[in-house]
């Protein structure tokens, strides 16, 4: 039986063992929206094999109950667990997350590259996670930022669509920085992305060298 695999994972216990539901980002946060969601998972027990049905929000918002059953029976044969959403564990990406909180397609938004991620301190003395997105659309370039706390939270997200030159390439990562932390971005950070865009995008960055008009981001390149 081949194993699904989804980001996001709920995990229940029943039978003195962990069973688990994978979800899909989109699928998780129409839960997360009230939306009714059934998902049928098969495992084996002692060789047998059963099937799970999942059932969101069927009995109302944040509601879930799974029942079990052998794979040649259409009846439910008992309840591994039923309750409230919050009282299950969820992870996404192996992390646990809060419960009921809505997700960023962290992984296949805009089929982005990661250009840059740090650790951040906030001004209430809390650890957040910064990361740095780039994509190249038709349109022009999609650079995105989410700003994450450590239990999952996504604090503050900012896109910025349609940057058609390099110049507008690197306002476009200061404008963020300056939303996020009302400060220009540091030099190490700064480095850091252009260094990874000319890793990824040789036509970008071979643009931002060469505009008169980014003289800062040409001596960044020349730094050793």
């Not at 991620?117 to 650079?143: I, N």
Request: hydrophobic share 40%.
């Amino acid at each position: 039986m081949k194993e699904i695999e989804r980001p996001v994972v709920v995990w229940t216990n029943w039978g003195n063992a962990e069973r688990s539901c994978p979800i899909a980002v989109t699928t998780w946060n129409r839960i997360i929206s009230g939306f009714k969601v059934i998902r049928i998972i098969p495992y084996y027990f002692q060789g047998v094999l059963f099937k799970s049905s999942w059932e969101f929000n069927i009995n109302g918002n944040y509601s879930v109950r799974v029942t079990y059953s052998k794979e040649s029976s259409d009846l439910g044969e008992g309840i591994g667990f039923e309750g409230a959403l919050a009282d299950l564990s969820v992870t996404y990406f192996e992390r646990k997350i809060p419960e009921l909180v809505k997700l960023i397609k962290l992984d296949r938004l805009y089929k982005k590259y990661e250009i840059y991620y740090e650790e951040v301190k906030l001004e209430d003395s809390s650890f957040a996670f910064l990361w740095v997105y780039l994509s190249r659309k038709q349109s022009g370039h999609f650079l995105h930022f989410v700003l994450e706390s450590s239990q999952g939270n996504i604090l503050k997200e900012l896109n910025i669509k349609n940057i058609q030159t390099a110049k507008t390439t690197l306002e476009s990562i200061y404008k963020g920085w300056n939303e996020l932390f009302e400060t220009e971005p540091p030099k190490h950070a700064l480095r850091h992305i252009l260094q990874k865009i000319e890793q990824k995008d040789p036509e970008l960055a071979a643009l931002m060298i060469r505009e008169p008009s980014l003289n800062h981001s040409q001596t960044l390149f020349e730094w050793n």
